[in-house]
């Protein structure tokens, strides 16, 4: 299929200034560039990017709070642990202080570009990218669907370690599902020059966040050395 948009508009996942170019290489027809907006399933517009690459929150709308592990905040400059959403706009259905897990650092001087509002960079949802040394990859980039699994779940367990846990749907050939998998993860590793990573099969039941909540790929938290 060819289309020549005019504007594109992402969300959902962490889109890096690598991606930016490949798709504006790939839609030469680009008018208005890309919205780089960003948002989430509670609010679907919590910020909005400025043409000097910073998220601006409208704060008639939303209070977006960087905080630390134990929800306390963080000084601008500082890169958060997690942030906290408060949704101004909804009077159904109130949120107040809900945890995003995002992992936020608000600039501490006014942005070039004379909005008002205040403004941050986003480090990523803990749950949408993976991290090894210098390379940051999109959960997307990676396959983990298995039709003989129910769900399959990677976990980073050190830098360059990750395991593959799996709910599988029958007790044929278990091996065979894993080895699938991780020859799976293996190449897409090996295709953006991290052919060391070592990847484990674990008999541990897929891991559920404290909410309940399933992620296909639990990554490591940024060690402290790395916050600057
Ligand atoms: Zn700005």
Redesign the pocket.
């Known amino acids: 299929m060819q289309i020549e948009p005019d504007v594109l508009k992402v969300a959902g996942e962490t889109f890096t200034p690598e991606l930016r170019k490949r798709a504006q290489k790939a839609f030469p027809s680009l008018q208005f560039d890309i919205l780089d907006g960003y948002g989430c399933t509670e609010c679907l517009f919590m910020a909005f990017g400025?043409?000097?690459g910073?998220q601006?929150v409208p704060e008639d709308w939303v209070i977006l709070e960087a905080v630390d592990e134990n929800h306390q905040p963080v000084a601008d400059g500082t890169l958060s642990a997690t942030a906290l959403l408060t949704v101004l706009a909804n009077e159904a259905q109130p949120l107040i202080r809900y945890e995003l897990g995002d992992r936020l650092r608000f600039y501490q001087d006014p942005?070039?570009?004379?909005?008002p509002f205040r403004?941050f960079e986003v480090e990523g949802r803990q749950a949408t990218v993976v991290r090894v040394g210098e390379v940051t990859l999109s959960l997307l980039a990676f396959d983990l669907e298995h039709e003989d699994a129910r769900r399959v779940q990677m976990i980073q367990t050190a830098e360059d370690v990750f395991e593959i846990r799996a709910e599988l749907l029958t007790d044929e050939n278990p091996d065979q599902v894993f080895e699938q998998v991780i020859r799976s993860v293996v190449e897409v590793f090996t295709k953006n020059g991290l052919a060391g990573v070592k990847i484990h099969k674990s008999d541990a039941p897929p891991q559920l966040t404290a909410s309940g909540k399933f992620h296909e790929v639990i990554s490591r938290p940024l060690t402290p050395a790395r916050e600057g």
Do not use: M, Y
């Open positions: 400025c043409d000097c910073r601006h942005c070039p570009c004379d909005s403004s």
